[in-house]
C-alpha cells in the first residue's frame, strides 16, 4: 500500500509543509540566509528590523534594484493586511473607554450581514462572524473591512482619522500613513510627493524578471496602510510597553479564541497567535498585490521582527491565513536563530 501525503490549500497561499531549519550562527549569517531566501523566492527589495527590549538593535535592507534604487529601514511599503492589528487596536481603545463592547452586535453600527445567530464585534475581530457566529474560524480581509463602521459611529470619525490621532501622531511616525492612492491620505498632513518619493515601488515576478506593478488603492482596517519596518517596530514596542491598551486587553488581543465545542483558532482579535516549540507567539502576515509583509512577537523575550516586501514572495506560496506560521522559512530563520537558540543581539 503507497502511503500519500495529502497538501489541502490553506486560505492566503499554497501548501508548503515546514522544513527543519537551521539557526544562523552569527548576524551576518543570518544576513546570508535571508538574502538567500530572497534570492530563490524572486522577491525585489525587503526592509528588515530587529527589535527588542524597547530598541531597535538589527536592521537590514536585501535587493532593490532599477527604478526603486536601495532600501532602508525608514523606506515605505505597502502594509496589506498588517493594518489590522493597528485596526484592531484603535477598535480596542475604544472599548476601553467604554464606547464600543465586543459583544455588541454589529447591526449596531449599520452593518448588515445574513446569518443565524447575532454577529457581535468580537467576531469580525476574529475571523469566527461566518457560518454560525463564534463555531468556525474563516480568515477572511473583506468581513474585518466592515469594522470601518463601528470605528466611524463609535468614534466619530473615518479609521483614518482616528488611527492618525490616536497612533501614528502619538508615536510620531513620519513613515506610515493610508496608502497615498486613497483619499484617506490626507488625514497624515503629509507632503503626497515627498512621501510617494519614499515609497518601494511594486512589482511581480513573471519568471524572467520583475515586472512593475501598480499597488491598490483602497484603505479600510483590513489592509491599506503604508510604513517604514522601523515605523512598524515602534507601534510593536509601543503595544509592548502597554501605551495604548489596558493590559487585561491587550492580552485579550493575544488571546486565541476558542469555539463553544473546544477548539482553539489561530486568531485573537486582529493579531495571530500560535505556540512555536513551546514559546508563544504573537504575529501578522500581510499579502496583496505587489506586497508581503509580517511581523513576528515573541512578548516572553521582548522581541519584534519585522518584514516588509515589493512583491508577493513572503506570503504567496505559504498557508498563513491558516495560522500556520511554520510554513514560513522567513519565520523559522528568525525563531530558530534568535528564540530557540538564542543568537546575541547587539
Not at 530572497?38 to 528590523?49: K, L, M
Not at 534604487?69 to 511599503?77: E, K, L
Not at 491587550?250 to 486565541?256: I, M, N, V
Request: charged letters at 15%; a positive charge.
Amino acid at each position: 500500500m503507497i502511503k500519500r501525503l495529502v497538501c489541502v490549500l490553506a486560505v492566503g497561499g499554497a501548501c508548503h509543509l515546514p522544513t527543519q531549519t537551521k539557526p544562523a550562527t552569527s548576524l551576518d549569517d543570518f544576513r546570508a540566509h535571508l538574502e538567500r531566501l530572497r534570492a530563490d523566492g524572486h522577491i525585489q527589495s525587503i526592509s528588515a528590523v530587529i527589535a527588542k527590549d524597547q530598541s531597535i538593535v538589527w536592521t537590514g535592507s536585501f535587493g532593490g534594484s532599477d527604478v526603486s534604487g536601495r532600501v532602508g529601514d525608514t523606506t515605505v511599503f505597502h502594509l496589506a493586511s498588517l493594518t489590522k492589528p493597528f485596526a484592531s487596536t484603535v477598535i480596542l481603545e475604544l472599548v476601553d473607554e467604554g464606547k464600543v463592547s465586543l459583544d455588541d452586535p454589529v447591526s449596531k453600527y449599520g452593518i448588515v450581514l445574513t446569518s443565524s445567530g447575532t454577529i457581535r464585534v468580537r467576531h469580525l475581530l476574529s475571523h469566527t462572524s461566518e457560518g454560525v457566529p463564534g463555531t468556525q474560524y474563516a480568515y477572511n480581509g473583506d468581513r474585518f473591512s466592515l469594522l470601518d463602521s463601528v470605528i466611524a459611529r463609535a468614534a466619530g470619525k473615518s479609521f483614518a482619522a482616528a488611527v492618525q490621532e490616536r497612533i501614528i501622531a502619538p508615536l510620531g511616525l513620519k513613515h506610515t500613513a493610508a496608502t497615498p492612492q486613497s483619499p484617506a491620505f490626507v488625514e497624515s498632513g503629509l507632503d503626497k510627493a515627498a512621501y510617494l518619493a519614499n515609497v518601494a515601488p511594486g512589482y511581480t515576478w513573471t519568471g524572467t524578471r520583475y515586472m512593475l506593478t501598480a499597488y491598490q488603492t483602497s484603505f479600510s482596517t483590513a489592509a491599506g496602510l503604508t510604513a517604514s519596518a522601523r515605523d512598524y517596530a515602534a507601534f510593536s514596542m509601543a503595544m509592548d510597553r502597554d501605551a495604548f491598551l489596558k493590559p487585561a486587553t491587550k492580552a485579550l488581543a493575544y488571546t486565541p479564541v476558542v469555539s463553544p465545542s473546544g477548539e482553539t483558532f489561530p486568531y485573537g482579535l486582529g493579531w495571530f497567535t500560535t505556540v512555536y516549540k513551546g514559546v508563544r507567539v504573537i504575529w501578522h502576515y500581510g499579502y496583496w498585490t505587489a506586497s508581503s509583509t509580517l511581523v513576528i512577537k515573541v512578548p516572553a523575550q521582548a522581541l519584534t521582527f519585522v518584514l516588509l516586501a515589493n512583491t508577493d514572495g513572503l506570503s504567496a506560496p505559504y498557508p498563513l491565513g491558516a495560522g500556520k506560521l511554520d510554513a514560513s522559512p522567513w519565520a523559522r530563520e528568525f525563531l530558530e536563530t534568535f528564540v530557540i537558540a538564542r543568537l546575541p543581539l547587539p
